[in-house]
């Protein structure tokens, strides 16, 4: 089997690494396709890759396509390699909201496409994915496609009209954590610690707090109880949280998030 990856950035040569290091393909049946000067080649260099002259090169050197490029270049592209899909490959797709209706359109009938939606954490192998297949893509395909996606994370097959809802989680959500650091941060510099100090023990609350839910298999509001004293500092924290709107205000994210979701898969 050949994988080809049509973009190199971020999230194209995290996969690929991604795959590489779970062994699902030699370096040498690797291709790399990037306009961008150096940026396939750095991979060949540091990894042993090949590197494509363009997308129609790739594609037909490749069994499975996977489009890392930007969302707004997947339609180009796949006119530009549409002659060279065989019913044998397998295009996967981890461009936001190019859903899989509209890849189909551009390619012959029975092409088998899988969508992604992957995260930023995958570039340091702790993503959070959610995959879906096309009416083409068979048991195996699937499979294949969550291997590579497990190499880097943790994997949920959902339907297509489901992604939307993982973008707006997982997707779109270290932003928001992201967001949530530099606030607590933030107020405890306020309180009196350092910036670095503050910086540390934020990030280091959360991960704590993720990995709790993740080993204790126990409910978010059980483990909530568990640091909660009655009359305590956790509970003054908790109610001011609470009546500034701090729930709401994180539903009205992802739910904004979805909704954009949804708003770019309809005007692609
Ligand atoms: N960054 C994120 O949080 C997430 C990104 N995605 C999706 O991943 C995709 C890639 O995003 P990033 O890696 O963050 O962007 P990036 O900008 O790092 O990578 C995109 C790459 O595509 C290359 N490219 C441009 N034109 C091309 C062409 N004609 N053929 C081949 N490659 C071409 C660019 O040179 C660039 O290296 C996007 O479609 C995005 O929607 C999905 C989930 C999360
Ligand atoms: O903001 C975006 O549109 C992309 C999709 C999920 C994360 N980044």
Known sequence: MTIGFIGCGRM?????????NAKMVQASEVWGYDPFPGAAEALSERLGIQVAQDNRDLAAQSDLILLACKPYQVVEILQEIKDLLTEDKLILSIAAGITIPTMQSQCPDKTKIIRIMPNTPSLITQGASGIAAGAHATEQDLAQACKIMKSVGLVEVVDEDQLDAVTSLSGSGPAYIYTLIESLAGQAQQ???SADAALRLATQTVIGAGKMVEATGMSP????????????????????????????SIKAGVHAAAERS?????ES
């Open 191 to 193: 309180e009196g610690l």
């Open 262 to 266: 949804r708003e770019i898969a309809r």
């Open 12 to 20: 194209g040569s995290a996969l690929l690494e991604g795959a590489l």
């Open 221 to 248: 509001a059980e483990l909530r109880n568990q640091v909660t004293s009655p009359g305590g500092t956790t509970l003054a924290g908790l109610e001011a949280l609470s009546a500034n709107g701090f729930e709401s």
